[in-house]
C-alpha cells in the first residue's frame, strides 16, 4: 500500500520567525506518518531551525533544491553533502520553477537525483508540461522524456523510493487546477514510464504527486483519483490552517 504524501512547497516565502509560528501553529494536529505522511520543502536558510522546532512532529523538513557536486568551488550553491548531515532525508529536484528561471535541464536534474540519492536522501522530482505541449498533443512524450531521464542510473532499489510529482506549469500558481482526468493522466503516465523503466511491482510502489494549484476545496477530488498519491502545494502550504486540512484530506473524506 502506497500511504499518500502531502508536501507543502513554501518556494521564496515567509521568514525564519515565521517558519517556527508555523510550526508552532501545526503542532499535534497532523495525521499518524503511518497513514499520512506529510513534508514541508522549505529555504535553506530555514531548515536548521525548523529542525530545531519540530522534534518529535511527524513532518519531514525538506530541502527545495540542492546542488549535484558534494563540495568544491560552487559559489552560493547548496551541498547535498550538508544536507544530509544536517538532518534533511527530502529534497525537491527539477521544480519546473528551476526549469525555467534557473535553466536547469534534464542533465542537471539527473545529477541531483543521483547527488541526492548518494547522500541517502529520497528525491522528489518534478516533472513539467506547458499548455503549448498539451495543446499540441506532444505532453505525453514530454512527461515520459522528462522522468526517464531524471531517473537515468537510478537502480531498482533507488527507484522504490523515489517520489515524482506530476506539476503541469500552467496550473502552478495561476489558480487552474488541471481537471481531475487531466492530473491522474499524467500520473498514470508517470507510473506507467516507471513500469517501462523497472518493473510493474516497482511502479506500483512508487508515490505520484499532483502539483498545481491544489487546495484544501479541490485535493480531495485530485487525491481520489488511482494513480495520484499525494500532492505537492505551494500557495496552500503557506498557512498553518489550510496546511493542516490538506493533511487531515482523509477525515473530510
Ligand atoms: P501552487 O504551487 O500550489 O502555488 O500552484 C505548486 C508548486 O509549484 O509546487
Known sequence: MRIPFIAGNWKM????TESVEFLDAIRGKLPNPDEVQTAIA???????TMLRNNQGSPLIISAENCFYEDEGAYTGETSPKALAEMGITHVIVGHSERRKYFNETDDVINKKVQAVFRNHMIPIVCCDETMGRRESSNHISWVVSQVTAALKGVDIEQARQVII????????????????????????LIRQTI???YSDEVANQVRVLYGGSVND???NKILAQKDIDGVLAGGASLKPDSFVRL???????
Open 13 to 16: 516565502n515567509l521568514s525564519v
Open 195 to 197: 513500469a517501462d523503466l
Open 165 to 188: 510529482a506530476y506539476e503541469p506549469s500552467w496550473a502552478i500558481g495561476s489558480g487552474k487546477t488541471a481537471s481531475t482526468e487531466e492530473a491522474e493522466e499524467g500520473c498514470y
Open 247 to 253: 493533511a487531515n484530506f482523509q477525515e473530510n473524506n
Open 217 to 219: 476545496d479541490n485535493a
Open 42 to 48: 522549505a529555504s535553506p536558510l530555514f531548515l536548521e
